[in-house]
């Protein structure tokens, strides 16, 4: 891919490549996301009030989770919830 300013290049770029969400795993109160990247993200549910209805779930529940289409989340059909990836890797880039 090439940009261009009035005809001139002025930068030769690779395609993006995005991570995608690849497998889901709890441990104890830690939510953790595989990336597609090699990237682990973990979470402490205690630590986010976003993530109660998560905290509160049955094993059962927790274990019954779908990655979406995209691999841009995680979607908990009986739930009724989920987790997008995006804003998790925003806020990881402010850290």
Do not use: C
């Amino acid at each position: 891919m090439s940009y261009s300013t009035f005809g001139m290049n002025t930068l030769q770029a690779e395609p993006v490549k995005l991570a995608k969400l690849i497998g889901v795993a709890f441990v104890g109160d830690m939510l953790t996301l595989q990336l597609s990247d090699g990237r682990i993200l973990q979470l402490r549910m205690n630590d986010h009030a976003w993530l109660k209805w998560l905290q509160e779930a049955t094993n059962e529940q927790r274990q019954s989770w779908e990655i979406m289409p995209s691999g841009g989340g995680v979607w908990w059909q009986e739930l009724d919830n989920g987790v997008e990836l995006q804003p998790l890797l925003d806020t990881q880039s402010l850290i």
